[in-house]
């Protein structure tokens, strides 16, 4: 089953070029890779939890980036 919201955007894809077509199915297709790898990863790191592999984590070691300027900071 398809959702509702995709279907609209076919039908409106359907009506572009086939190139712009292509290019946007291909920029689909990554993105839709990068989220199953994500996801794939994500429950990997669940079942490591849940197997007892975790470890505490300090705050203080995670650098956070600012996306403004692209570059991390330290706390």
Known sequence: MIVK???QAIAQLSRLPDADQEQ????L??????L????ADIDKGIH???AG???PLDIEDIGIVDISTG????R
């Not at 946007?24 to 920029?27: A, F, L, P």
């Not at 297709?29 to 990068?34: F, G, Q, T």
């Not at 199953?36 to 996801?39: A, C, F, K, Q, V």
């Not at 570059?71 to 330290?74: A, G, Q, S």
Request: proline share 0%.
């Open 24 to 27: 946007i199915g291909r920029k």
């Open 48 to 50: 490591s939890l849940d």
């Open 5 to 7: 919201t995709i279907e």
């Open 29 to 34: 297709l990554s993105h839709v890779e990068k």
């Open 53 to 55: 592999r975790g470890s």
């Open 71 to 74: 570059f991390t900071r330290r």
């Open 36 to 39: 199953s790898m994500l996801r």
